[in-house]
């Protein structure tokens, strides 16, 4: 992955934001080992038919075949050849996959995948997302965003707001939603129809803030003092994230609950629509598996923030064919919330080739029906970096040279550091997925 100087263990101090936001986009393009790095801004994840099938054939004839989904549900080409940024260009524009040059980095939107199919959520949040991309675009103030800035956008599960978006609206039962800033843990209530311009005037409240005190910063939490004090205490959510298979509907769970939920958690939104959803090792899919995807879908793609992929309305008699492909179609696996950094050989500063170690502690969990993901996420780095590890806790499992450091990173980080080997890695790990204190 590319350089992320944000991408540190949580509690790390503040970094240095002298310097410009160097995050890549579709029109700057990262110069890694394995070749040049697009990232295409997806807001809510979410794709056509046709632009599943043009990032597909983008991946072919330009980059390395392969795509990878991001923690933010982004998607990225890799191994691009350094002069192929206009032909990209080109190509993304064709599909509305690139509506503002000015603005293609700034629109980081994530939002509740499973919104609208089962009965868990209270809001279609897939609208606000529309609404919200549209007026950002259309805003020269939001140019001005790092292009690291996250909105978060909760149907009021829980999932999403987990993510520690810098912009967090959660949907309530009667239409409302509550406004989280950064990490506080209170958030402001906004009425009905007003979400998306409550978070609008708060990002553009942070920059305006930022110009007049002379100071830089990426992310809300990087600058606490300038955030105003919140009113209503939020709810402690699960950040439970979407199984994968058959999506179906259900009983809202107890504990998930946002602004104008019942203390029972009952829910108040509409029956299932259903839909499927699957997993991606480590988030990368080949074209083949993508164009997969798109014969599998009833017309829209949504990749989710935890690299797999919702798709709405697809019928259940699709699954054995995405599970033959290589997607990730059955709960109760090792791979559940595993995650890894890039590594070698497409990283020059990572110690290890990550992917290919994690693959086989993760495999050889599998097959000795090793601890399945119940517990803590886990994230595989190549350095002190840390690129792309989970919110919350996890298990930490970082490169050392010589073997793999794990630990329980996070907020009430209380695991001792164990030194493993490659072979001795997937005991320690699942031991340490199963910490709840």
């Known amino acids: 992955m590319p350089p992320t100087p944000d991408a540190t263990a949580p509690g790390a101090a503040v970094p240095d934001r002298g310097r410009a936001d160097a995050c890549p986009g579709a029109l700057r393009l990262h110069a890694a080992d394995d070749g040049a790095l697009a990232r295409v801004r997806l807001p809510g994840g979410l794709l056509t038919v046709r632009q599943v099938l043009a990032l597909a054939d983008a991946a072919e004839a330009l980059g390395d075949g392969e795509l990878e989904t991001t923690s933010r549900g982004n998607v990225q080409l890799r191994?691009?050849?350094s002069h192929c940024g206009a032909e990209l260009a080109e190509r993304l524009r064709a599909v509305a996959l690139l509506p503002s040059d000015t603005h293609e980095r700034v629109r980081n939107i994530v939002a509740s995948p499973l919104a609208g199919l089962d009965a868990y959520g209270f809001a279609d949040v897939q609208t606000w997302v529309r609404e919200l991309d549209a007026r950002l675009c259309a805003s020269d103030w939001a140019a001005g965003l790092s292009g690291k800035f996250l909105f978060a956008l909760d149907d009021g599960r829980g999932?999403?707001?987990?993510?520690?978006?810098?912009?967090?609206?959660?949907?309530?039962?009667?239409?409302?939603?509550?406004?989280?800033?950064?990490?506080?843990?209170?958030?402001?209530?906004?009425?009905?129809?007003?979400?998306?311009?409550?978070?609008?005037?708060?990002?553009?409240?942070?920059?305006?803030?930022?110009?007049?005190?002379?100071?830089?910063?990426?992310?809300?939490?990087?600058?606490?003092?300038?955030?105003?004090?919140g009113s209503v205490p939020l709810p402690a959510f699960a950040g439970a994230t979407p199984a994968v298979g058959v999506v179906t509907g259900g009983a809202r769970a107890a504990g998930l609950l946002a602004a104008g939920a019942g203390a029972d958690g009952a829910s108040?939104?509409?029956?299932?629509?259903?839909?499927?959803?699957?997993?991606?090792?480590?988030?990368?899919?080949?074209?083949?598996?993508?164009?997969?995807?798109?014969?599998?879908?009833?017309?829209?793609?949504?990749?989710?923030?935890?690299?797999?992929?919702?798709?709405?309305?697809?019928?259940?008699?699709?699954?054995?064919?995405?599970?033959?492909?290589?997607?990730?179609?059955?709960?109760?696996?090792?791979?559940e919330r595993a995650t890894a950094c890039t590594g070698l050989p497409g990283c020059a500063k990572s110690l290890a080739d990550v992917r290919s170690d994690a693959a086989r502690a993760l495999d050889t969990a599998a097959s000795t029906g090793g601890q399945p993901a119940v517990g803590l996420p886990v994230h595989w780095s190549g350095c002190e970096r840390r690129c792309g590890h989970p919110a919350g806790r996890w298990v930490d499992v970082l490169a050392v040279g010589q073997g793999y450091r794990v630990t329980v990173n996070g907020p009430v980080a209380a695991r001792v550091a164990v030194d493993v080997t490659n072979e001795e890695m997937a005991e320690a790990v699942a031991e340490a997925r199963r910490t709840t204190k």
């Open 79 to 81: 191994g691009l050849a």
């Open 159 to 229: 999932d999403v707001a987990a993510l520690d978006a810098d912009v967090t609206l959660i949907a309530g039962s009667d239409g409302s939603a509550l406004l989280r800033l950064g990490r506080a843990a209170h958030g402001r209530p906004v009425p009905a129809g007003q979400a998306v311009t409550a978070a609008l005037d708060a990002a553009r409240a942070f920059l305006d803030a930022l110009r007049a005190g002379g100071r830089k910063a990426w992310h809300l939490r990087e600058a606490t003092d300038l955030l105003p004090a």
């Open 268 to 335: 108040t939104g509409d029956a299932t629509t259903g839909g499927l959803s699957v997993g991606m090792r480590f988030g990368r899919a080949t074209a083949a598996q993508w164009r997969e995807l798109a014969g599998a879908c009833a017309g829209e793609v949504r990749l989710t923030p935890w690299r797999g992929a919702v798709l709405p309305g697809a019928p259940a008699d699709r699954l054995p064919a995405l599970a033959a492909a290589g997607f990730r179609t059955a709960p109760g696996s090792p791979w």
